[in-house]
Every structure is written in structure tokens, then in C-alpha cells.
């Protein structure tokens, strides 16, 4: 059965951090890749950032370039998504993807950027 948790989200004021991580199981951790999308209320879910298999390559949203960075443990099956200088623009719920030969999604971690 595969499993993605996302955790790390909260509350935060403008400018500061917070380091989201998603813990998978049931696929093959390795041959994934692995992406982190949000979505805030009344909006579409949009592309946040990627990282290949290997972690080599990454690729992200114009709009957080810069200000986030994605990383993976091949072995712990986990990935990382830290976020800098927060914006309120930023809240919004957190989803991890991997995409294994199709896509698997977790629930979710809210994070909410408020002063």
C-alpha cells in the first residue's frame, strides 16, 4: 500500500521558515520522482518544486525560486521541501506527489504565512 505524510506545515509570520517532509512507503523510493504542489483556498493546485531520481536535478516555481529548496533521502524515502522568507502568498495546503509510473499523492500539511 503506498503512503505519503506530509508534516511540518504551521503557522508562521512573513520571513520566516519552515522545513516540510514527506515520508513514503510502498513504491520504490529511488525510481521516483518526487514533487511538492499546493493549492489555497478557491485556487487551482499549482506546480511548487521537483527532484529527480538521483537529486541532481531540481526544478521549481518562479515564484518560489530562490526561497525553497527541495531535497531527498533515497534511504530514508523521504523528501524535504525548506521554505525561507515566507509570504503570505504562501499559504496555502502542501501536498507531496511522487510520480512512480503514475501518481501518488499524500493529504496534505497546511501551511499558513500571517502576521
Keep these: 500500500?503506498?503512503?505519503?505524510?506530509?508534516?511540518?506545515?504551521?503557522?508562521?509570520?512573513?520571513?520566516?521558515?519552515?522545513?516540510?517532509?514527506?515520508?513514503?512507503?510502498?513504491?520504490?523510493?529511488?525510481?521516483?520522482?518526487?514533487?511538492?504542489?499546493?493549492?489555497?483556498?478557491?485556487?487551482?493546485?499549482?506546480?511548487?518544486a521537483k527532484i529527480s531520481y538521483t537529486g541532481r536535478s531540481t526544478v521549481y516555481a518562479e515564484s518560489v525560486k530562490g526561497r525553497f529548496t527541495i531535497s531527498r533521502d533515497?534511504?530514508?524515502?523521504m523528501a524535504t521541501l525548506q521554505m525561507n522568507s515566507l509570504k503570505p502568498d504562501d499559504t496555502a495546503m502542501y501536498y507531496c506527489n511522487a510520480f512512480a509510473g503514475r501518481d501518488y499523492w499524500g493529504q496534505g500539511t497546511q501551511v499558513t504565512v500571517s502576521s
Design 1 to 48: 500500500q503506498v503512503q505519503l505524510v506530509e508534516s511540518g506545515g504551521g503557522l508562521v509570520r512573513p520571513g520566516e521558515s519552515l522545513i516540510l517532509s514527506c515520508a513514503t512507503s510502498g513504491f520504490t523510493f529511488r525510481n521516483a520522482y518526487m514533487s511538492w504542489y499546493r493549492q489555497a483556498p478557491g485556487k487551482e493546485r499549482e506546480f511548487v
Design 74 to 77: 533515497n534511504s530514508k524515502n
